[in-house]
Nanobody, 127 residues
Framework: VQLQASGGGLVQAGGSLRLSCAAS????????MGWFRQAPGKEREFVTS????????YYAASAKGRFTISRDNAKNTVYLQMNSLRPEDTAVYYC?????????????????????WGQGTQVTVSS
């Protein structure tokens, strides 16, 4: 499975961005999809995930109420709508895919649970 993330950019605090992650390859629509982020000097951290059907989602506390993950399996694309952005949301955002990566919040939040990674897209939020 190949993943291509896009949609990052520079936005002012309080603004919005929508990230996209296009998946290609074998049975990509049957995978759970997730978003992680990595700020400079920090470890990569979990943001959110969505099951293959779109019915199950998990969110990190920092994302709840502001970010929304969704997917369109017909387009093999997962989206991350980010609202009310804060300077601390500045990071490179990575999408990930995995066959059994979202069986629980604990599983979804672990880097090692995911099989495939995209190249990342930079999000910068100015104050």
């Amino acid at each position: 499975v190949q993943l291509q993330a896009s949609g990052g950019g520079l936005v002012q605090a309080g603004g919005s961005l929508r990230l996209s992650c296009a998946a290609s390859g074998r049975t990509s629509s049957s995978y759970a999809m997730g978003w992680f982020r990595q700020a400079p000097g920090k470890e990569r951290e979990f943001v959110t995930s969505i099951g293959w059907s779109g019915r199950s989602t998990y969110y990190a506390a920092s994302a709840k109420g502001r970010f929304t993950i969704s997917r369109d399996n017909a387009k093999n694309t997962v989206y991350l709508q980010m609202n009310s952005l804060r300077p601390e949301d500045t990071a490179v955002y990575y999408c990930a895919a995995g066959g059994n990566s979202d069986t629980s919040y604990y599983t979804a939040s672990r880097l090692g649970s995911w099989d495939y990674w995209g190249q990342g897209t930079q999000v910068t939020v100015s104050s």
